[in-house]
């Protein structure tokens, strides 16, 4: 992009035409940053560039990209690789089928996988180059807290998810002990597009248990600035999660053994 950034440079916010991805993009030009949206409804990613340019007087680009697609792909790798201003990438875009493992069409399973996972992982490839040359950048992923649990309906999109947890923290990991930030984000249901596009209408779900985009981004751009790796916005008792992680290092650093366990030795 050809324009001088603010001093807060560039968020590149994909899946940013609707939800989750939408309200980042208004929360980030509240808070400065020059925008590039990305998503694949191109109307609706200019309406809202003009919006927010005019009402936060940043620079607002967008970029009509299927991140399923390798060619489109591969164009926002070489903006995200290129683009010197750009000093946040939200890694949101991303697609759920809610459905029994073999009543779904197996395409809407590769798409899954291609957006939450591929995409997610190859825009986290071209941008963590640039972050750690500069010492400085931060990188969101949106999981989900079904990236700890799958229902019956959700064995994909749980794996997905938790391929994303997972690889976040492997990132997180790598960065430790520089400037560049990398946060884990896990909403719990959201009221948003991707219900009624899952076939499950948010509607559906329990009285209570549905929080707002507005929210979610709000607790995790909170969590951001409290220095969270891990964010749930709607966990309300943290030690629950520390709970969580610690009895997962603690199982993991068990495993570390050459001999199989006692229970499985033939006496
Ligand atoms: N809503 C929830 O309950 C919930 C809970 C936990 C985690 N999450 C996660 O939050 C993130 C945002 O979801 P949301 O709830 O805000 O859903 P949403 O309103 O449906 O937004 C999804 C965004 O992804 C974009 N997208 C979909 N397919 C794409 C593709 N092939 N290429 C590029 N962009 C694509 C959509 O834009 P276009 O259609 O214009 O391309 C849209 O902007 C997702 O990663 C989701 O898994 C959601």
Request: hydrophobic letters at 40%; a positive charge; glycine letters at 8%.
């Amino acid at each position: 992009m050809n324009h001088k950034a603010g001093s807060k440079g560039t968020a590149v916010v994909t899946g940013a035409s609707s939800g989750i991805g939408m309200v980042y993009a208004q929360r980030l030009a509240k808070q400065g940053y020059d925008l590039l949206l990305v998503a694949r409804r191109l109307g609706r990613l200019a309406e809202r560039a003009r919006q927010l340019s005019s009402r936060y007087r940043i620079s607002a680009n967008y970029l009509s990209a299927d991140l399923t697609r390798t060619s489109d792909l591969e164009r926002v790798m070489k903006v995200l690789a290129e683009d010197s201003t750009i000093t946040a990438l939200i890694n949101n875009a991303g697609v759920a089928t809610l459905s029994g493992f073999n009543d779904a069409e197996l395409s809407k399973h590769q798409t899954m996988n291609a957006l939450n996972v591929e995409a997610l992982v190859r825009l986290s490839y071209a941008i963590l180059p640039v972050f750690k040359r500069k010492n400085h950048g931060t990188l969101v992923n949106i999981s989900s807290v079904l990236s700890l649990h799958a229902y019956p309906i959700s064995s994909v999109y749980s794996g997905t998810k938790a391929y994303v947890s997972n690889f976040t923290r492997g990132l997180q990991e790598e960065v430790a002990g520089t400037n560049v930030r990398v946060q884990l984000v896990l909403p719990g249901a959201t009221d948003t597009e991707i219900w009624d596009i899952a076939g499950v209408p948010a509607s559906h779900l329990p009285v209570g248990t549905v929080m707002t985009a507005e929210d979610v981004v709000d607790a995790a751009l909170s969590g951001l600035e409290q220095g969270e790796t891990i964010t749930m916005p709607s966990v309300e008792d943290v030690g629950l999660l520390q709970a969580y992680e610690a009895a997962r290092e603690k199982l993991f650093r068990a495993s570390q053994s050459a001999r199989p366990a006692s229970r499985y030795r033939i006496s």
